[in-house]
Structures are given as structure tokens and as C-alpha cells.
């Protein structure tokens, strides 16, 4: 069964300083990663995901398939990245209609 | 701009009363999910549906059942609800027949069961 793992529930730096946001997964097969996050007040949304090797609001993330992780990094946090943070899982083999495994979330505050 | 809209931002039901949570989306995505968040164990998905008529399964499906009569329009059913099931719900939609696509979410309904 795949499993996805945040070990931190609570994370908190200081604005401008470097932030890393951990996940572990446990899959089988070859899997597709997401992070998502929900800032406070608003719903649910897409951040980035590993596939597209892209770059949003400063934050990368890289598949380490040795590892088997997907932290979520910015080399320098701002106020406005306080938020609930989650690494999610969607099985990339067979028919999986997008389903997708959430890890526990960590909240992330940068304080000024 | 892309919409799934929940029919409640917050519920307050008693034990035993039968609950209905409504999800519609513009979007034409095929697939619908419902999902539980609460603290410490994330998301955790309930049922999901692919199709019109058609419902699966998730992790924990006990004590829910789904409805899919319209392309747009996913229900959660609580048959008879229990404290246990005072939660965030959240439903969300994603197009089918593509890996790494994106699923939109609605605002959430925090039920109290009480």
C-alpha cells in the first residue's frame, strides 16, 4: 500500500531564513508527487508538482527516488508562505483516476 | 476562474440524523472525490467517483455512502451520524485520463456532529 509521510506537524523559522519541508513516501511503483497547500482562509490548491521541475512562489521540490523523498525547499521564507503544507501521492500505475494519497500536513509559520 | 463549490461552509447535525453534503463543479472533470481532513492524519479519502453512476471506495468509507447522478454534482451521505464523524470535508474534482493533473478543491464544510 502506498503510504506518504510528513514528520514535522509543526514547522517555524524565521523570515529569510532557509525552509525545508520533509516527505517520505512508500510506493511500489513509480509514482507522481504533489505538494499542496492551504493558506489560511482559502481552499486546498496545487503548488507544485515533480514532473514539471518547476519553480513556484520560490519553492522546488526533487524526487529522490533512492530515498524515496520529495522535500519541499526555499532558500529564503517569506511571511506570506505561513501556511498548511501537504505532500500527496498519485498512483502512476494502472487506472488510479487521479486519486491521491496525503500525508499528515505540516504547518509552516514564518515569523517576521 | 475554475470552480468546486461546497453547498455549506458549516453544519451542525445531531447523532443519528441523516446528512447530506452537496459538491458541484464547473469544470466537466470526470472524476470526484471526497475526502476528510483532520488534524494530524491529513486527508484521507472517503469515496471517489469516476464516472456518472459509478462510486469507489476509499480508505474509510464506513458510515458514508456517495451519490452521482449528474456529471457536476457529488454527494456524501451520512446515513446516521455519529460524533466521531465531526469533521472537515472536502471534495474535490480532476480530469480523468491524465497522470500529474491537477485537482481543484472546494472551500470545505466542517460538520459537528454533536
Known amino acids: 500500500a502506498q503510504r506518504v509521510t510528513q514528520p514535522e506537524k509543526l514547522l517555524s523559522v524565521f523570515k529569510g531564513a532557509p525552509v525545508e519541508l520533509k516527505c517520505n513516501y512508500s510506493?511500489?511503483?513509480?509514482?507522481?508527487l504533489f505538494w499542496y497547500v492551504q493558506y489560511s482562509r482559502q481552499r486546498l490548491q496545487l503548488l507544485l508538482r515533480h514532473i514539471s521541475r518547476e519553480s513556484i512562489k520560490g519553492f522546488t521540490a526533487d524526487l529522490n527516488k533512492g530515498e524515496t523523498s520529495f522535500h519541499l525547499k526555499k532558500p529564503f521564507a517569506q511571511e506570506e508562505d505561513s501556511a498548511m503544507y501537504y505532500c500527496a501521492l498519485e498512483n502512476a500505475g494502472g487506472t488510479s483516476y487521479g486519486k491521491l494519497t496525503f500525508g499528515q500536513g505540516t504547518i509552516l509559520t514564518v515569523h517576521p | 476562474d475554475v470552480k468546486v463549490t461546497q453547498s455549506s461552509r458549516y453544519l451542525v447535525k445531531r447523532t443519528g440524523e441523516k446528512v447530506f453534503l452537496e459538491c458541484v463543479q464547473d469544470m466537466d472533470h470526470e472524476n470526484m472525490f471526497w475526502y476528510r481532513q483532520d488534524p494530524g492524519l491529513g486527508l484521507r479519502l472517503i469515496y471517489f467517483?469516476?464516472?456518472?453512476?459509478?462510486?469507489e471506495k476509499g480508505d474509510i468509507p464506513e458510515g458514508y455512502s456517495v451519490s452521482r447522478e449528474k456529471k457536476e454534482r457529488f454527494s456524501l451521505i451520512l446515513e446516521s451520524a455519529s460524533t466521531n464523524q465531526t469533521s472537515m470535508y472536502l471534495c474535490a474534482s480532476s480530469p480523468q485520463g491524465l497522470l500529474n493533473t491537477e485537482a481543484f478543491f472546494g472551500q470545505g464544510t466542517r460538520l459537528t456532529v454533536v
Open positions: 467517483s469516476y464516472d456518472v453512476k459509478m462510486k
Open positions: 510506493y511500489s511503483g513509480s509514482p507522481e
